[in-house]
């Protein structure tokens, strides 16, 4: 629809991810955000069964780069536009959680990212298996390493074959859980006002 690597997370792998995530957490970041469709299934995981509080207790910032996906993020006005091109953000690193479904050809480089860009808390990422099996590069290599530290990965299997965008790939669920000696230091009072970005941009 948009590119070759424009493939919507489907409900059931989105749960599967949200299943992973600490209970606790509140500020979540989806950088490859897409239409949406992961940020809305994390919305979802933390509405309240509340008659009377039809919001969600997370709060979700996205980063999507493609300009008419952009243009859909931004009529939802749970979600905050943060950024444009995740591979070049340096905006601020204060996430619970990154929940993530990267380009099936570039995972590697965008988990990597993540890893390096958030100060402490849980990553949730989705790759082609492919990515895993066979660490040709230095950069899988890395990878390889940082998930042997400090995660795991599960085996999804085909979980995209039925979904709106069909794909056979292989798909591995990788989590990562990254630790800070000052983690629980709450920057959002102060560093919510850098968050926002232009709403004129592109």
Same mark, same amino acid.
């Given at each position: ?18 299943? !992973? #995530? ?6 979540? =970041? ?9 940020? !809305?299934?994390? @919305?979802?995981?933390? &509405?309240? &069964? ?11 910032? /996205? #980063?999507? $780069?493609?300009?008419? =996906?952009? !243009?859909? *993020?931004?009529?939802?006005?749970? $979600?905050?536009? /943060?950024?444009?091109?995740? *591979?070049?953000?340096?905006? %601020? ?7 993530? +479904?990267?380009?099936?050809? +570039? ?10 860009? @958030?100060?402490?808390?849980? #990553? ?9 099996? +066979?660490?040709?590069?230095?950069? &899988?290599? &890395? ?9 795991? %990965? ?16 292989? %798909? ?5 859980? !990254? ?18 970005? +232009?709403?004129?941009?592109?």
């Amino acid at each position: 629809m948009f590119s070759e690597d424009f493939y919507p997370t489907p409900g059931a792998v989105a749960a599967k991810m949200l299943q !992973k #995530i600490d209970r606790n957490a509140v500020h979540f =970041l989806e950088p490859s955000a897409g239409k949406g469709d992961l940020a !809305k299934a994390i @919305l979802g995981f933390g &509405r309240t &069964r509340s008659p009377y509080d039809h919001g969600s207790r997370h709060r979700v910032d /996205v #980063i999507e $780069l493609h300009p008419d =996906l952009l !243009k859909i *993020l931004q009529a939802h006005e749970e $979600l905050t536009v /943060v950024g444009y091109d995740w *591979l070049t953000y340096d905006g %601020v690193s204060y996430y619970d959680a990154i929940v993530m +479904n990267p380009p099936f050809s +570039n995972g590697a480089a965008h988990l990597i990212h993540a890893w390096e860009f @958030l100060h402490a808390g849980e #990553i949730v990422c989705l790759l082609n298996q492919e990515t895993i099996d +066979n660490p040709y590069t230095d950069e &899988r290599q &890395r990878l390889a390493k940082i998930i042997a530290q400090h995660g795991s %990965v599960e085996a999804l299997g085909q979980c995209f074959r039925d979904s709106e965008r069909p794909t056979d790939v292989h %798909v591995a669920l990788v989590y990562l859980k !990254k630790t800070a000696d000052d983690d629980r230091i709450d920057l959002w009072h102060t560093a919510g006002a850098e968050k926002p970005i +232009n709403d004129d941009i592109g």
